[in-house]
Each structure stands twice: as structure tokens, then as C-alpha cells.
């Protein structure tokens, strides 16, 4: 059902915690399931310079997860608003359709977070 990528992430997550330092949080839920996730962002000179994520969902949800904070990992806040769900799943090598939801979570807190600290 899940690419070796997916199961990858979701078995050894790569971002995954609280920081105990942080500029910004995005928080987001997923209406459909009531899943949630939390991505941390360090910020300096518009870069991200640190980013973790704390989710609470299904496999999909975890490997989004991880995946998203390493492509957003060293990218400008322009950047990182341009990282798409198309580029997570493409980055997993794909996910199973009734699971493509899930990809929404980690770009929604990504995006929402680098949003919150430019207001
Ligand atoms: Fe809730 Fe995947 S089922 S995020």
C-alpha cells in the first residue's frame, strides 16, 4: 500500500519533537479525521534554519511530516511557500489515494507557520 519511502519515514521520522526553542509554530487539523500537527520553525535572516514537526495521525500524516521538514530544511520563507502537496507526494514516490489528504496537513502548518511570523 505505502512507497519504501512512506514506510521509511514513517518507521525512522527525520525532525520529529518538540524544540525547546522556536520563532514560530503552524498548528493544524484535519477535519476529515481529527488528526493534528505541529511544525517548529527557527528563522534567521529569512532562512529557516531549524524546523520540527509533532504529529498526531496515521502513517501518511508522520511521513508528510518528516518529509516536508526536510524539503523546507535551509529554504527561504519565499521558498518554502512555494513547496506544494504535489512536491511532498512526489517526494515519497507517491501515496496512495485515499491517503493524498494527508499531505495537506504538512504543508497547511508549514505554510501557516512562515505566514504567523511575517505578521
Ligand atoms: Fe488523518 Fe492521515 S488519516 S492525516
Given at each position: 500500500?505505502?512507497?519504501?519511502?512512506?514506510?521509511?519515514?514513517?518507521r525512522?521520522?527525520?525532525?520529529?519533537g518538540?524544540?525547546?526553542q522556536?520563532d514560530?509554530?503552524?498548528?493544524?487539523?484535519?477535519?476529515?479525521?481529527?488528526?493534528v500537527?505541529?511544525?517548529?520553525?527557527?528563522?534567521?535572516?529569512?532562512?529557516?534554519?531549524?524546523?520540527?514537526?509533532?504529529?498526531?495521525?496515521?502513517?501518511?500524516?508522520?511521513?508528510?511530516?518528516?518529509?516536508?521538514?526536510?524539503i523546507?530544511s535551509?529554504?527561504?520563507?519565499?521558498?518554502?511557500?512555494k513547496?506544494?502537496?504535489?512536491?511532498?507526494?512526489?517526494?515519497?514516490?507517491?501515496?496512495?489515494?485515499n491517503?493524498?489528504?494527508c499531505?495537506?496537513l504538512?504543508?497547511?502548518?508549514?505554510?501557516?507557520?512562515?505566514?504567523e511570523?511575517?505578521k
Amino acid at each position: 500500500m505505502y512507497s519504501e519511502k512512506v514506510m521509511k519515514h514513517f518507521r525512522n521520522p527525520k525532525h520529529m519533537g518538540t524544540p525547546k526553542q522556536y520563532d514560530v509554530v503552524g498548528k493544524v487539523g484535519n477535519p476529515v479525521c481529527g488528526d493534528v500537527m505541529h511544525i517548529y520553525l527557527k528563522i534567521r535572516d529569512e532562512k529557516i534554519t531549524d524546523i520540527d514537526f509533532k504529529t498526531m495521525g496515521c502513517a501518511a500524516a508522520i511521513a508528510t511530516s518528516s518529509i516536508t521538514c526536510e524539503i523546507a530544511s535551509g529554504k527561504t520563507l519565499d521558498e518554502a511557500l512555494k513547496i506544494t502537496k504535489k512536491d511532498v507526494v512526489d517526494a515519497l514516490d507517491g501515496l496512495p489515494e485515499n491517503k493524498i489528504h494527508c499531505s495537506n496537513l504538512a504543508v497547511d502548518a508549514l505554510h501557516k507557520a512562515v505566514k504567523e511570523y511575517r505578521k
